[in-house]
């Protein structure tokens, strides 16, 4: 059993920046997949990036570009989005995720944990 929970969420104005946070808690495997989801309203859920866990190799989705940073703190137990730049296009519920086979990617249907996810405004 993993439990995810993020953290980090809020209201921010066009060009700042955010870091968001997300704890796990439970058996964490250094194989595992650690990702980022987004989910604006009425769009489908969008891959953000993906970080393994062992060797910090990172994936990024087409939409991503140099504004968002993934990582993680091992010893902390925690992954993080840096968030930079930030738009209004940018506003919607993150969530992390967690895959145990350690292949990065950016398939939801291909993640075994979900964390309840946290808000993100951006305002003009």
């Known amino acids: 059993q993993v439990q995810l929970v993020e953290s980090g969420g809020g209201l921010v104005q066009a060009g700042g920046s955010l870091r968001l946070s997300c704890a796990a808690s439970?058996?964490?495997?250094?194989?595992?997949?650690m990702a980022w989801f987004r989910q604006a309203p009425g769009k489908e859920r969008e891959f953000v990036a993906a970080v393994n866990w062992n060797s910090g190799g990172t994936y990024y989705g087409d939409s991503m570009n140099s504004r968002f940073t993934i990582s993680r703190d091992n010893a902390k137990a925690t992954m993080y989005l840096q968030m930079d730049s930030l738009k209004p296009e940018d506003t919607a519920v993150y969530y992390c995720?967690?895959?145990?086979?350690?292949?990065?990617?950016?398939?939801?249907?291909?993640?075994?944990?979900w964390g309840q996810g946290t808000q993100v405004t951006v305002s003009s």
């Open positions: 995720a967690a895959d145990r086979s350690g292949v990065v990617h950016g398939i939801p249907q291909n993640y075994d944990y």
């Open positions: 439970g058996r964490t495997f250094s194989k595992y997949t």
